[in-house]
Nanobody, 127 residues
Framework: QVQVMESGGGLVQAGGSLRLSCTASSATFDRFAMGWFRQAPGKEREGVSCVARGGTVKWYVDSVKGRFTISRDNANNMLYLDMNNLKPEDTAMYYC????????????????????WGQGTQVTVSS
């Protein structure tokens, strides 16, 4: 089991940047893929990005490709999401999650392969 906690959200103007961080409290952090998800009011949860255990294989939802970068620091049990050129439609609660697997499975974006979730951090992008 991996306990995770997000930080780094806030209010930013369109075109701005934020870095989200996720602290994981587990000695087995480097065994599992990690993901970022988001949920806007009135909308379903959406998979934003996933990174496999080694940190090399990464996946992104089309709407954030070229703007967001996921990374992980296995030595320090940290996961990051660098968000650039933010848009109002990026406004949502962002969640960090630990997968049950070492890879990002085919349907990772549905979230069902993740079993440990944080409480979320709010990102608000003003126009």
């Amino acid at each position: 089991q991996v306990q995770v906690m997000e930080s780094g959200g806030g209010l930013v103007q369109a075109g701005g940047s934020l870095r989200l961080s996720c602290t994981a409290s587990s000695a087995t952090f480097d065994r599992f893929a990690m993901g970022w998800f988001r949920q806007a009011p009135g909308k379903e949860r959406e998979g934003v990005s996933c990174v496999a255990r080694g940190g090399t294989v990464k996946w992104y939802v089309d709407s954030v490709k070229g703007r967001f970068t996921i990374s992980r620091d296995n030595a320090n049990n940290m996961l990051y999401l660098d968000m650039n050129n933010l848009k109002p439609e990026d406004t949502a609660m962002y969640y960090c999650a630990a997968s049950m697997y070492s890879i990002c499975v085919d349907d990772w974006s549905r979230g069902q392969s993740f079993d440990d979730w944080g409480q979320g951090t709010q990102v608000t992008v003003s126009s």
